[in-house]
T-cell receptor, first 114, second 112 residues
Framework: DGGITQSPKYLFRKEGQNVTLSCEQN?????MYWYRQDPGQGLRLIYY???????QKGDIAEGYSVSREKKESFPLTVTSAQKNPTAFYLC?????????????FGSGTRLTVV | QKEVEQNSGPLSVPEGAIASLNCTYS??????FFWYRQYSGKSPELIMF????GDKEDGRFTAQLNKASQYVSLLIRDSQPSDSATYLC????????????FGAGTRLFVKA
């Protein structure tokens, strides 16, 4: 079955540490997205990518970085510059960026600073 | 003013009743509207989308859109305890470029 796989499900980060969240899709979708969800807030866009080797900042990109070396993969790195990284991170995809469809979401990664 | 507003709830309804969830949006350039269901600790899943004014029905779910009044609603008929979740409204705006904006969600609790 096609879908999006996110790993790990839970991740603990120490102060000053960089961590990378994995997102892999087998839907053959061109567009991929990273969202952050905090309690009581809507999903906020971190980064998105429309094609391989291209990505754009979203509304809250500071302290994050991404790469898109393969169509299937869109990993997110949470750097030490992100001062409040504890949140639920969601990877999503669309057939193409302008597609007028709802997102397919991965199962999410819950990141906690320890 | 938030771009997409939802009552945070919780909205509590008895089993078998109709649950009515509402969402308002500020951008008149918005064209597409989505409802996602999110169970606690899980990721959102798409349950309905609507593009045109009026009603759209899918099983026990009905989405209603009124672009003039800038609101979209979701009705859940014959509510079940398994419908207890947070419902997220999402709006695609084309003003200033293609952008999806999410509301913070409404928590629904269906009492058995």
């Amino acid at each position: 079955d096609g879908g999006i796989t996110q790993s790990p499900k839970y991740l603990f980060r120490k102060e000053g540490q960089n961590v990378t969240l994995s997102c892999e899709q087998n839907l053959n979708h061109d567009a991929m997205y990273w969202y952050r969800q905090d309690p009581g807030q809507g999903l906020r866009l971190i980064y998105y990518s429309q094609i391989v080797n291209d990505f754009q900042k979203g509304d809250i990109a500071e302290g994050y970085s991404v790469s898109r070396e393969k169509k299937e993969s869109f990993p997110l790195t949470v750097t030490s510059a992100q001062k409040n990284p504890t949140a639920f991170y969601l990877c999503a995809s669309l057939p193409r960026r302008e597609a007028n469809y709802g997102y397919t979401f991965g199962s999410g990664t819950r990141l906690t600073v320890v | 003013q938030k771009e997409v507003e939802q009552n945070s709830g919780p909205l509590s309804v008895p089993e078998g009743a109709i649950a009515s969830l509402n969402c308002t949006y500020s951008d008149r350039g918005s064209q597409s509207f989505f409802w996602y269901r999110q169970y606690s600790g899980k990721s959102p899943e798409l349950i309905m989308f609507i593009y045109s004014n009026g009603d759209k029905e899918d099983g026990r779910f009905t989405a209603q859109l009124n672009k003039a009044s800038q609101y979209v609603s979701l009705l859940i008929r014959d509510s079940q305890p398994s419908d207890s979740a947070t419902y997220l409204c999402a709006v695609i705006s084309y003003t200033g470029g293609f952008k999806t904006i999410f509301g913070a969600g409404t928590r629904l609790f269906v009492k058995a």
